[in-house]
T-cell receptor, first 112, second 111 residues
Framework: SQTIHQWPATLVQPVGSPLSLECTVEGTSNPNLYWYRQAAGRGLQLLFYSVGIGQISSEVPQNLSASRPQDRQFILSSKKLLLSDSGFYLC???????????FGNGTRLTVT | EDQVTQSPEALRLQEGESSSLNCSYTVSGLRGLFWYRQDPGKGPEFLFTLYSAGEEKEKERLKATLTKKESFLHITAPKPEDSATYLCATPGAGGSYIPTFGRGTSLIVHP
């Protein structure tokens, strides 16, 4: 069966520090991969998605970037965090464009 | 542009009090409808996929139904452990990889 791993679960970082969140998927090949951010009491905001190695689509211009160095690995990064980057970050995968997404357990990021 | 609207935003029920959550959508050709459950501090958990009007899916106390314009998530005799936020979503249009999510219904079931 397929599983998705996302870490760390929580993270507290000072303003101006770098960020690296990692997500890996097991049990499938060539998944579509997604990074979402969810603000408290608000909906899911799509940040990036990827349909293949090295291919990244950005949905929201911001202080973040994403990379897909391997088929089942998706990384969310920032060179310098802003206070506004605080939030709940979710990684997800799907088999195809019309398949449901399967989410990781998220990373709670607090920028201080 | 696809739109997905969920109502109500929040719902409080007594244990055993059945009710329904609504997900209405405006899409250019229905390509499926997904339901998720999200517990606080966790990622959404996939529940159901519905592909055609008239289709129904069940899981324990939950039953999802689909019409041409909306989907309902019926909760029969809910228990406190059913408390969560329920999200619905449609797949991307025209081969797009971007699904459209509703903002969710926050359900609280009191014992």
């Amino acid at each position: 069966s397929q599983t998705i791993h996302q870490w760390p679960a929580t993270l507290v970082q000072p303003v101006g520090s770098p960020l690296s969140l990692e997500c890996t998927v097991e049990g499938t090949s060539n998944p579509n991969l997604y990074w979402y951010r969810q603000a408290a009491g608000r909906g899911l905001q799509l940040l990036f998605y990827s349909v293949g190695i090295g291919q990244i689509s950005s949905e929201v211009p911001q202080n973040l970037s994403a990379s897909r160095p391997q088929d089942r690995q998706f990384i969310l990064s920032s060179k310098k965090l802003l206070l506004s980057d605080s939030g709940f970050y979710l990684c997800a995968w799907s088999e195809s464009y019309n398949s449901p997404l399967h989410f990781g357990n998220g990373t709670r990021l607090t920028v201080t | 542009e696809d739109q997905v609207t969920q109502s109500p935003e929040a719902l409080r029920l007594q244990e055993g009090e059945s009710s329904s959550l609504n997900c209405s959508y405006t899409v250019s050709g229905l390509r499926g409808l997904f339901w998720y459950r999200q517990d606080p501090g966790k990622g959404p958990e996939f529940l159901f996929t519905l592909y055609s009007a008239g289709e129904e899916k069940e899981k324990e106390r939950l039953k999802a139904t689909l019409t041409k314009k909306e989907s309902f998530l019926h909760i029969t005799a809910p228990k406190p452990e059913d408390s969560a936020t329920y999200l619905c979503a449609t797949p991307g249009a025209g081969g797009s990889y971007i699904p459209t999510f509703g903002r969710g219904t926050s359900l609280i079931v009191h014992p």
